[in-house]
């Protein structure tokens, strides 16, 4: 004979056994309530994630200070390193902000917590991450530097970069003062005396992307200085056969020189000699030209220009020389005239 049940627990079966199931999950949420612990992890690393193509974190990551319930036994083994925390920065910043303000909470950011451990808390809740946008500016100019002397009496005339103008690309605060940059110095020394090219590392900005390098092309030549002479007699250069000659006076030039100061020193006005070319005129007439300067081929300076840079010289027929009078020959009977 089979053992039966009694009717109170048979009857309506169903419904009082899910009311036991659901009394039972009760009490022991409570009682797991009850028994558990909480602790505060301190110092847990908070991960950033960002575009670093489009942003630039200016500052190590933060820390924050993690609440945590659970058994005893498993928040003895929990450490920060057991806890994930990640916040991400948004890609749409805009140029010249440099703090971003990010909530952080549990249930967004906490990526990874032990099994039996639930978050509780974070303190502080938001944090302020100094940040800058990545951004590119063209047309930075090159400066071309120098180390060392060239040999006694030689100097740099002229240093051309190729290009003349770089492209960088960094944070908008880093560029926004950064007009032009610098090419590591180039060594001169006494062996040099003769134009020269070379390839130039440009000195590097932190945080800066910009090219490796450049070409400098180098124009070398003997040290000079200026000098000008005042009051230097014009000359005017007319053709013999044109039957031409210059009508009224000329206008004093003064020329501007430029070479070894030993040499500028031993010039005079004697030594250059200003004038116009006319001798391909045949006709008379006001014709204006071009001042000329001629230097004796021993010179060592060079003519830099005029003043004024540019006359008008008249030319006329030249006259016909003076003849002597006839005088007929004496004969008998004729005396000289007195």
Known sequence: MRPRLPGFITRDFLRKAAALFFAILIWSSVSSDVRDKEVELRNVPVTVKY?????????????????????????????????????????????????HDVGISSKANVKRVPPGVRV?????????????????????????GFT???????????????????????????????????????????????????????????????????????????HSTPRTLHGVRLAVLVDPASGLRVEGPLPEIAVTLRGPKAAMDEL???????????????????????????LSRESEAVAESTAPASVEVSLVPAEALPTAPDVAPAGPGTEAQP
């Not at 500052?59 to 036994?73: H, I, M, N």
């Not at 944070?171 to 590591?184: A, F, K």
């Open 51 to 99: 575009d670093p193509n489009v942003v630039v974190l200016r500052e190590l990551p933060k820390t924050v200070d993690v609440s945590l319930r659970g058994s005893q036994r498993r928040l003895e083994e929990v450490s920060s390193q057991d806890v994930s925390i990640v916040v991400q920065v948004p890609s749409d910043i805009h140029e010249g902000v440099y703090y």
């Open 120 to 144: 509780i808390g974070i303190t502080p809740d938001r944090l302020e991450l100094y940040i800058d946008r990545l951004v590119t500016k063209p047309n930075v100019s090159v400066k071309v």
């Open 148 to 222: 060392g002397a060239l040999k006694d009496g030689y100097e740099v005339i002229r240093a051309a970069a190729t290009p003349d103008a770089v492209i960088l690309r960094g944070p908008h605060r880093e560029l926004l003062d950064i007009t032009s940059v610098n090419t590591e110095p180039i060594p001169l020394d006494d062996t040099i005396v003769q134009d020269f090219s070379v390839s130039a590392k440009l000195a590097p900005i932190l945080g800066v992307r910009l090219p490796e390098a450049v070409r400098v092309d180098l124009v070398v030549g003997r």
């Open 268 to 294: 005079n006005e004697l030594s250059v000699c200003p004038f116009v070319d006319l001798s391909a005129i045949t006709s008379p007439g006001r014709y204006r030209r071009q001042v000329c300067t001629w």
